[in-house]
């Protein structure tokens, strides 16, 4: 076990310095910098102020160099500054991660208490109506995208009340700041949950057909306890492996949905420093992301073994 | 017994070869992939005939008609420049069906390049292949895509590309367990006993067997393929003007026009999800006909 871990957490650094490495140059493959943008809005073309504001930001320097200088003082805890606002890039990116996170939280708390219920009815009711009408929204979910999903949930939310559930600061009560971060996390939440239904209940058909299960049915337990004590308990764990993935799936569904309802979390952050060729914040927002997947990940494989005393890993 | 069942399933291989008969059959055993095949013919007719079946231009803006409600000069409405939605959503199937098919096969053919050697040739190649795939793997779809689709420029081939790098891990995962499965079996042993070349046997035999599980994971890839122009479009990060993509037309419109001209935001959002509805229902029919093991 101790041996595997430490495979693992090897491979996993290794996994993460391939990332850097990507990001980094695919940064760099970059037409035009900051400094190319900033002299064509402003409508500059002193090329002397140009390689200044070049050599300010340390861009003059070979690329290697550039990339020495990022790790070196990310495993120092210097992330740089941002380019747009010249405050140190972790002033920037630290406030806005709870926001985000909170977001991320409910969305997920959203799918596992919709999904899991969902896919075992769903499974337990296999071919009757119930069952096509809950796999087809289940699908309809899944095809939607997040952000349209978002718009339609302000437009309802005109149509009622008048008004855009609008992000604020400081929420006046505990209960505007649920709804606030609600409802773009139904938004969010919604698909997520589409694919954690579909797969529980492909996982509880699978632990249905088993023998162990027409046993327990033979000695005269009742259908709940059939369904909840017996099935459930075996079909949840490839369910719980899907934790993951759903991390990543997760991201992409913040990004456009902090977008649409305007709330300033990382995942907004991420695609303005993209469009402002922003690096430092760039490359720590990916290098950020891409450490918690697969991190989360990890946790999953260890809760998994945890899980499941059948499985040991060894190595 | 089994002599019955022969003599019905020789009465019924004519009818299966002609290709009415198959489709008779597949419509009848799977109706909702039908109705998922039927949603995709209707997007590809679209893309197809687009100049048919619109009264106007996509591209050509008129003062007079923005922001016209829907009605019978207009069946879904106009735009802020007085474009018809209509003909926008109809020559968009063009983007999207080009985008989600273009980076769907370019995906496919790069991820089976790193999944093939991965698993037949095993050793140092399927290390070095591995480590690629968990890179790759540990980045969001949409972040990535995101990245490179800014480093890239704005165009809608380097959108295609954008999308087509991300979808790699997956395909090379399949392609590679299933090459792992495949290389020991006894037509690969029997191949090389009469003197086939390693490389003939991996793209001749080898390959060819992993189609199944691959037709199935580019259903899927396509509908996502899909969300992702749409999302990296609603971004601005995607397809530039004045194509008529879904998701940049949702981005113009976005939470402004909810109030004002909500048949901006209906329309282009229904097509995206129709069609994406249209490939999983297929997917997911595909995946029963194709891959009996997962079937439910």
Same mark, same amino acid.
């Given at each position: 076990?101790?041996?595997?871990?430490?495979?693992?957490?090897?491979? &996993?650094?290794?996994?993460?310095?391939? #990332?850097?490495?990507?990001?980094?140059?695919?940064?760099?493959?970059?037409?035009?910098?900051?400094?190319? #943008?900033?002299?064509?809005?402003?409508?500059?073309?002193?090329?002397?102020?140009?390689?200044?504001?070049?050599?300010?930001?340390?861009?003059?320097?070979?690329?290697?160099?550039?990339?020495?200088?990022?790790?070196?003082?990310?495993?120092?805890?210097?992330?740089?500054?941002?380019?747009?606002?010249?405050?140190?890039?972790?002033?920037?990116?630290?406030?806005?991660?709870?926001?985000?996170?909170?977001?991320? !939280?409910?969305?997920? +708390?959203?799918?596992?208490?919709?999904?899991?219920?969902?896919?075992?009815?769903?499974?337990?009711?296999?071919?009757?109506?119930?069952?096509?009408?809950?796999?087809?929204?289940?699908?309809?979910?899944?095809? &939607?995208?997040?952000?349209?999903?978002?718009?339609?949930?302000?437009?309802?939310?005109?149509?009622?009340?008048?008004?855009?559930?609008?992000?604020?600061?400081?929420?006046?009560?505990?209960?505007?700041?649920?709804?606030?971060?609600?409802?773009? !996390?139904? +938004?969010?939440?919604?698909?997520?949950?589409?694919?954690?239904?579909?797969?529980?209940?492909?996982?509880?058909?699978?632990?249905?057909?088993?023998?162990?299960?027409?046993? !327990?049915?033979?000695?005269? !337990?009742?259908?709940?306890?059939?369904?909840?004590?017996?099935?459930?308990?075996?079909?949840?764990?490839?369910?719980?492996?899907?934790?993951?993935?759903? +991390?990543?799936?997760?991201?992409?569904?913040?990004?456009?949905?902090?977008?649409?309802?305007?709330?300033?979390?990382?995942?907004?952050?991420?695609?303005?420093? #993209?469009?402002?060729?922003?690096?430092?914040?760039?490359?720590?927002?990916? &290098?950020?992301?891409?450490?918690?997947?697969?991190?989360?990940?990890?946790?999953?494989?260890?809760?998994?073994?945890?899980?499941?005393?059948?499985?040991?890993?060894?190595? | 017994?089994?002599?019955?069942?022969?003599?019905?399933?020789?009465?019924?291989?004519?009818?299966?070869?002609? $290709?009415?008969?198959?489709?008779?059959?597949?419509?009848?055993?799977? $109706?909702?992939?039908?109705?998922?095949?039927?949603?995709?013919?209707?997007?590809?007719?679209?893309?197809?005939?687009?100049?048919?079946?619109?009264?106007?231009?996509?591209?050509?803006?008129?003062?007079?008609?923005?922001?016209?409600?829907?009605?019978?000069?207009?069946?879904?409405?106009?735009?802020?420049?007085?474009?018809?939605?209509?003909?926008?959503?109809?020559?968009?199937?063009?983007?999207? =069906?080009?985008?989600?098919?273009?980076?769907?096969?370019?995906?496919?053919? =790069?991820?089976?390049?790193?999944?093939?050697?991965?698993?037949?040739?095993?050793?140092?190649?399927?290390?070095?292949?591995?480590?690629?795939?968990?890179?790759?793997?540990?980045?969001?779809?949409?972040?990535?895509?995101?990245?490179?689709?800014?480093?890239?420029?704005?165009?809608?081939?380097?959108?295609?590309?954008?999308?087509?790098?991300?979808?790699? $891990?997956?395909?090379?995962?399949?392609?590679?367990?299933?090459?792992?499965?495949?290389?020991?079996?006894?037509?690969?042993?029997?191949?090389?006993?009469?003197?086939?070349?390693?490389?003939?046997?991996?793209?001749?035999?080898?390959?060819?067997?992993?189609?199944?599980?691959?037709?199935?994971?580019?259903?899927?890839? =396509?509908?996502?393929?899909?969300?992702?122009?749409?999302?990296?479009?609603?971004?601005?990060?995607?397809?530039?003007?004045?194509?008529?993509?879904?998701?940049?037309?949702?981005?113009?419109?976005?939470?402004?026009?909810?109030?004002?001209?909500?048949?901006?935001?209906?329309?282009?959002?229904?097509?995206?999800?129709?069609?994406?509805?249209?490939?999983?229902?297929?997917?997911?029919?595909?995946?029963?006909?194709?891959?009996?093991?997962?079937?439910?």
């Amino acid at each position: 076990m101790l041996a595997y871990l430490v495979r693992r957490f090897l491979l &996993m650094l290794l996994t993460l310095f391939g #990332i850097s490495v990507i990001i980094f140059a695919l940064l760099r493959l970059v037409p035009g910098n900051i400094a190319d #943008i900033l002299f064509d809005s402003a409508g500059l073309i002193n090329p002397a102020e140009k390689a200044q504001i070049e050599r300010e930001l340390g861009l003059d320097k070979p690329i290697p160099v550039q990339y020495a200088i990022w790790i070196g003082g990310l495993l120092h805890g210097d992330l740089g500054y941002s380019y747009v606002s010249e405050r140190p890039a972790l002033e920037e990116i630290l406030p806005r991660i709870p926001i985000t996170a909170k977001l991320a !939280a409910l969305a997920l +708390a959203f799918s596992i208490l919709l999904g899991v219920p969902f896919g075992v009815i769903s499974a337990v009711k296999q071919n009757t109506w119930l069952d096509y009408l809950l796999r087809v929204v289940s699908l309809s979910g899944l095809s &939607m995208p997040a952000f349209w999903l978002g718009l339609l949930i302000l437009m309802v939310f005109v149509a009622q009340f008048g008004s855009i559930p609008i992000y604020s600061e400081e929420p006046k009560s505990f209960w505007d700041a649920f709804v606030m971060f609600a409802i773009p !996390a139904a +938004a969010v939440g919604f698909r997520s949950s589409a694919l954690i239904m579909r797969l529980t209940r492909s996982s509880m058909l699978e632990v249905l057909r088993q023998d162990y299960i027409r046993t !327990a049915r033979a000695k005269g !337990a009742s259908d709940s306890s059939v369904n909840y004590h017996h099935a459930l308990r075996n079909a949840i764990l490839p369910v719980v492996t899907v934790i993951g993935i759903e +991390a990543a799936f997760l991201v992409g569904g913040l990004i456009v949905t902090e977008t649409v309802f305007n709330i300033p979390g990382v995942a907004r952050f991420l695609v303005e420093a #993209i469009r402002w060729r922003d690096y430092p914040i760039v490359q720590n927002l990916v &290098m950020f992301i891409a450490i918690i997947v697969v991190v989360v990940n990890f946790l999953v494989d260890l809760l998994y073994a945890a899980l499941d005393p059948r499985i040991k890993y060894s190595d | 017994m089994s002599i019955e069942y022969d003599a019905e399933l020789a009465a019924r291989r004519p009818r299966l070869r002609r $290709p009415a008969g198959r489709l008779r059959l597949f419509f009848y055993r799977h $109706p909702l992939g039908a109705i998922g095949a039927l949603i995709m013919a209707l997007f590809v007719f679209a893309a197809v005939f687009a100049p048919l079946i619109t009264g106007y231009d996509a591209l050509t803006t008129d003062a007079a008609a923005s922001l016209a409600r829907p009605g019978a000069a207009h069946w879904l409405g106009c735009d802020f420049m007085g474009r018809d939605v209509y003909s926008r959503i109809v020559y968009g199937a063009r983007i999207s =069906l080009a985008v989600g098919i273009g980076s769907t096969l370019l995906g496919s053919v =790069l991820g089976i390049l790193v999944g093939l050697p991965s698993g037949y040739l095993g050793g140092w190649v399927d290390l070095l292949a591995q480590r690629l795939v968990d890179i790759l793997q540990a980045l969001p779809l949409l972040v990535l895509a995101l990245v490179m689709a800014a480093s890239l420029g704005p165009s809608l081939e380097n959108v295609i590309i954008a999308i087509a790098i991300p979808l790699i $891990p997956y395909v090379a995962r399949v392609v590679r367990s299933n090459t792992l499965v495949l290389r020991e079996l006894p037509f690969v042993e029997a191949a090389k006993a009469v003197g086939m070349s390693e490389l003939r046997i991996a793209i001749r035999h080898v390959l060819p067997n992993t189609m199944a599980p691959l037709i199935v994971l580019a259903t899927a890839q =396509l509908g996502s393929a899909i969300l992702v122009e749409a999302s990296l479009s609603f971004l601005g990060l995607g397809i530039p003007e004045p194509y008529p993509s879904w998701g940049r037309m949702l981005s113009e419109s976005a939470a402004e026009y909810v109030r004002t001209a909500p048949w901006l935001v209906i329309f282009p959002g229904i097509a995206i999800s129709l069609v994406v509805f249209g490939t999983n229902l297929l997917g997911d029919a595909l995946r029963d006909l194709l891959d009996p093991r997962l079937r439910h």
